[in-house]
T-cell receptor, first 111, second 112 residues
Framework: NAGVTQTPKFRVLKTGQSMTLLCAQD?????MYWYRQDPGMGLRLIHY???????AKGEVPDGYNVSRLKKQNFLLGLESAAPSQTSVYFC??????????FGQGTRLTVV | DAKTTQPPSMDCAEGRAANLPCNHS???????VYWYRQIHSQGPQYIIH???NNETNEMASLIITEDRKSSTLILPHATLRDTAVYYC?????????????FGKGTKLSVIP
C-alpha cells in the first residue's frame, strides 16, 4: 500500500549510542518532516526537507542530524543518544498544496 | 504558522454531535485551517481542511467564521472510535511555507 513507512518501530538504546531512523515514502512527495512527541505533548518539528539534497532545522533540532540523499527517503540520526531523546518519532511527507501523510511512529527509549 | 488555541479536553455522548472549537485570531489570508486527530499515539490522521468556506467530507464538517478568527470541527454522530486527540493547525499550503506546527490539541472522550 502507498504511504509513509518508518523503520524501526521500536528501539532501546544505551546512552551514548548512535542510530538512524529511516522514513520512506512512495508517493513522490517533495517535502518530508521529522517530528517528536513526548507524553502529553503535541508534535514538535525536528528537521524537515523541501527536496532531495536539502534539509532545514525545525523547532527542536539539537542532538539530531538528517539527510535526504534520495527523494523517497529521509533519515534521522542520533550521534550520541541521551535519555532526553526518549520519545515517539513521527515522519511525514507531503506535496505542495496537499496535507501531509504521517507514518505510524518509532518508539525510542534511551536508557 | 498562526498560533491556535484549543480547549484541553471535551466529553461527548455517543451518537451525539461533537463540536470542537479552535481559535486562530492571528491567521493570515493565505493560511488554511487543518484538522488532524491522533488515536492511541498512532500517526496523526488528516480529517479536513479549509480556507474560508465551510467544508464537509465523509468524516466531518468544518465551519469557519466569516472573519476567519475561529473554526469548529463537527463530528456529526460521534462513536467510541472517535475518542482521540484533535489538533487544529493554521498553515499556508503554498510553496513558501513548509511547516505544520502542532499544539497540544483537544482530547475528545466519547462516552457510551
Amino acid at each position: 500500500n502507498a504511504g509513509v513507512t518508518q523503520t524501526p518501530k521500536f528501539r532501546v538504546l544505551k546512552t551514548g549510542q548512535s542510530m538512524t531512523l529511516l522514513c520512506a515514502q512512495d508517493m513522490n512527495h517533495e517535502y518530508m518532516y521529522w517530528y517528536r512527541q513526548d507524553p502529553g505533548m503535541g508534535l514538535r518539528l525536528i528537521h524537515y526537507s523541501v527536496g532531495e539534497g536539502t534539509t532545514a532545522k525545525g523547532e527542536v533540532p539539537d542532538g539530531y542530524n538528517v539527510s535526504r540523499l534520495k527523494k523517497q527517503n529521509f533519515l534521522l540520526g542520533l550521534e550520541s543518544a541521551a535519555p532526553s531523546q526518549t520519545s515517539v518519532y513521527f515522519c511525514a511527507s507531503r506535496t505542495a498544496g496537499r496535507s501531509p501523510f504521517f507514518g505510524q511512529g518509532t518508539r525510542l527509549t534511551v536508557v | 504558522d498562526a498560533k491556535t488555541t484549543q480547549p484541553p479536553s471535551m466529553d461527548c455522548a455517543e451518537g451525539r454531535a461533537a463540536n470542537l472549537p479552535c481559535n486562530h485570531s492571528t491567521i493570515s489570508g493565505n493560511e488554511y485551517v487543518y484538522w488532524y486527530r491522533q488515536i492511541h499515539s498512532q500517526g496523526p490522521q488528516y480529517i479536513i481542511h479549509g480556507l474560508k468556506n465551510n467544508e464537509t467530507n465523509e468524516m466531518a464538517s468544518l465551519i469557519i467564521t466569516e472573519d476567519r478568527k475561529s473554526s469548529t470541527l463537527i463530528l456529526p454522530h460521534a462513536t467510541l472510535r472517535d475518542t482521540a486527540v484533535y489538533y487544529c493547525i493554521a498553515s499556508s499550503s503554498g510553496a513558501g511555507s513548509y511547516q505544520l506546527t502542532f499544539g497540544k490539541g483537544t482530547k475528545l472522550s466519547v462516552i457510551p
